[in-house]
């Protein structure tokens, strides 16, 4: 059964960093994408960015280029969200999903709990 777990959300000031952790179980390598998605409260889930099986990233969303960064620790098989010079429009409950197929639309088969990102001004 596959299982992703977050971690790493908080409270932290404008132009600060944080890193996110997905730490995945379960997953055949080979033919997955890992991606990072986001929620604000009253809005749609949106894609962040997204990575593949061999740790190269696919596609970021135009908010966080050049801000943020995806990556993948293939013996761990843990994938890693970097963040910086964070924003208060990034403040969101953030979640890892893993599917067969990169999508940017949130109808991945499989996502974690999520953890929540707070960017104070």
């Known amino acids: 059964q596959v299982q992703l777990v977050e971690s790493g959300g908080g409270l932290v000031q404008a132009g600060g960093s944080l890193r996110l952790s997905c730490a995945t179980s379960?997953?055949?390598?080979?033919?997955?994408?890992w991606s990072w998605f986001r929620q604000a409260p009253g809005k749609e889930r949106e894609f962040v960015a997204g990575i593949n099986w061999r740790g190269i990233s696919i596609d970021y969303a135009d908010s966080v280029k050049g801000r943020f960064t995806i990556s993948k620790d293939n013996f761990k098989t843990t994938i890693f969200l970097q963040m910086n010079n964070l924003k208060p429009e990034d403040t969101a409950a953030y979640y890892c999903a893993v599917n067969s197929a990169f999508s940017r639309r949130p109808d991945y088969e499989y996502w974690g709990q999520g953890t929540q990102v707070t960017v104070s001004s």
């Open positions: 379960g997953v055949v390598f080979g033919n997955y994408v």
